[in-house]
């Protein structure tokens, strides 16, 4: 995983008023790298209302993303950690995961990383209550990790 | 066997319900591979179990000749285990 997580895409906030703004909020680093634009974050939030919350994965974690392409210039996550949980159509939600895929291949590898870190419950629990350099940190020891498989 | 894990793009979120997939499969034992796709895809491709969210299953059942599964957390191992296992007896019980 070359750097996925660093100062500048990760936020934590400690409360927001509804899941559209808390997309809006993880999104705006990917905004102002200029590696998506307004359509993606737009076409998250429609994609929601289209196919239902499914995008919760489990208990208190999102992977919002939408169509491969459409709005975006380059490959990139960003990620947002909500202290206390909002309603995403039912279900809860604090940590917010934004994928940005130009296509629908090059970002297997990254995704599968980032999916292995969050699998791991003792993971999870750090990025709800962690500090950005904790997550920053947690990210990047898989990159050393993976070395080695 | 074949599973296809499906979400509306086919690039993330079944993408994660493939990989909880994968570590079921293997825990349980079962000869399959797993893969990954959209909805449209998904509606012309043949498989034998599906797996998917309990909205789009309403739209992939009609278009597919195999049972289809709806996954409430698509990182629930236990949970994709439960419809494995289902999959399993009812396959016997037919056989």
Avoid at chain 1, 26 to 32: D, I, K, S, T, V
Avoid at chain 1, 45 to 71: C, N, Q
Avoid at chain 2, 64 to 80: I, L
């Amino acid at each position: 995983m070359q750097n996925v997580f660093s100062e500048e895409n990760i936020k934590i906030i400690s409360q927001i008023d509804n899941w559209q703004k808390a997309v809006e909020i993880a999104c705006q680093p990917l905004l102002e790298e200029k590696k998506i634009t307004q359509k993606y974050v737009t076409n998250i939030i429609k994609s929601v209302k289209k196919y239902g919350p499914y995008m919760v994965l489990t208990d208190y974690f999102a992977l919002m993303h939408a169509k491969p392409g459409e709005g975006v210039n380059q490959l990139a996550m960003s990620l947002l950690v909500v202290k206390e949980p909002i309603d995403l159509e039912g279900k809860k939600v604090k940590i917010f995961l934004i994928l940005a895929c130009p296509d629908s291949k090059s970002h297997i590898k990254t995704l599968k990383e980032v999916a292995g870190v969050l699998m791991d419950q003792c993971n999870f629990e750090l990025i709800l209550k962690g500090t950005k350099s904790q997550i920053i940190d947690l990210f990047q020891k898989k990159e050393m990790d993976g070395g080695k498989k | 066997m074949k599973i296809l894990a499906v979400c509306g793009f086919g690039v993330g979120s079944s993408m994660l319900l493939k990989m909880t997939a994968e570590k079921a499969v293997k825990e349980l034992d079962i000869n399959a591979e797993v893969e990954n796709t959209d909805l449209s895809t998904a509606q012309a491709t043949p498989a034998d179990l599906y797996l998917t969210s309990a909205e789009l299953k309403t739209e992939l059942v009609h278009s597919v000749n195999a049972p289809v599964y709806s996954v409430k957390k698509f990182m629930d191992k236990e949970e994709v285990k439960q419809c494995l296992m289902d999959f399993r007896t009812k396959s016997n019980q037919n056989d």
